[in-house]
């Protein structure tokens, strides 16, 4: 399974890189509009940082409108992907991009039907947002094995990349489910590491060793 991190936060993505658990990166306008800084230079700061994908999202909701954008997105970096809403005019434009050889993230995914329409519109990436399905009292991850399904039974290119991860067990469950990537928050990367049990025992054995009087090279 590949991590991306979903964040625009230059810092976050330094140490995600340090850790190195970033296999690529996704942004959206909202995350984007929380550092403050201009859009374009933006994603091209981060994709220049990342060897991987990474998604930055058009303003753009018309066909025309959307085009001209994606082509200054993917003119940025060769590892820019270019995130598009899921409309009728958004999958238009994903068929028209992927003919350019511009590969594209479909994001807002909420249901398997529009998961299917994104795949046949040649869509790179599909992102189901698991976390705002849970927040309406549905169950996320059955979008996400239902997508997986579809994909399987198809044998579509596109990967699904869950977005919308909001606790550890997003990611694990979409492990379990086999989707292609997941999309990390960097407060929830950090959290997969942690285990009380391992600290616990961490400390034991430390605690153990100082026991004896003893340092490492003794
Ligand atoms: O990549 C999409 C993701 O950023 C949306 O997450 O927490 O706003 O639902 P969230």
Request: charged residues 25%; hydrophobic residues 45%; glycine residues 8%.
């Amino acid at each position: 399974m590949r991590f991306f991190l979903d964040t625009a936060d230059v810092r976050e993505i330094e140490t995600g890189l340090e850790w190195g658990m970033v296999d690529g990166i996704t942004t959206n306008p909202s995350l984007i509009a929380k550092q403050g800084k201009p859009y374009l230079p933006t994603v091209k700061e981060i994709a220049e940082l990342v060897d991987g994908p990474v998604s930055g999202e058009v303003l753009a909701t018309d066909y025309e409108g959307m085009l001209a954008e994606a082509r200054k997105l993917a003119a940025l970096a060769d590892n820019v992907v270019v995130k598009v809403p899921l409309s009728p005019a958004g999958l238009r434009a994903v068929r028209t991009l992927k003919a350019e050889g511009i590969p594209t993230n479909v994001t807002l995914c909420f249901s398997a039907n529009q998961a299917l329409l994104a795949a046949k519109a040649g869509a790179a990436y599909i992102s189901p947002f698991v976390g705002r399905v849970d927040d309406v009292g549905w169950d996320g991850m059955e979008l996400i094995e239902q997508v997986v399904t579809i994909y399987d039974n198809y044998a579509f290119d596109t990967e699904v990349l869950v977005a919308s991860i909001r606790h550890p067990l997003h990611v694990a469950q979409s492990a379990l489910l086999g989707a292609h990537v997941a999309t990390i928050p960097f407060k929830v990367l950090e959290k997969l590491y942690r285990h009380p049990l391992t600290d616990r025992g961490l400390e034991a054995f430390l605690d153990d060793w100082r026991a004896t009087g003893k340092g490492f090279d003794d």
